[in-house]
């Protein structure tokens, strides 16, 4: 909870819904988006061990196809590089 003048509260953060009253109702409703928030989080903490258990051990390789290797046997020329 924040305190703000009240002008700015009025006429920027109420109207474009960046902040709301701070209530007895509201305070209440925040209170259950933080709980909730706590909840959502502890699931999705689980839920990623469990996966990283899944990827445990597992060896992942990439082929990719590279450019010719150009050597330069003068060495005040920059080697020319292909053009893709």
Known sequence: ???????????????KKLAIQATEANKT???QMKAASVRRSAKEKTEAE??????????VKFLRKSAKAISCSDRSRPAILPRR
Do not use: H, T, W
Request: glycine share 8%; hydrophobic share 50%; proline share 4%.
């Open 1 to 15: 909870m924040v305190k703000v003048a009240e002008d700015n509260g009025r006429n920027f953060l109420l109207p």
């Open 29 to 31: 409703v925040i209170e």
């Open 50 to 59: 469990a996966l990283a258990k899944q990827f445990e051990g597992l060896e």
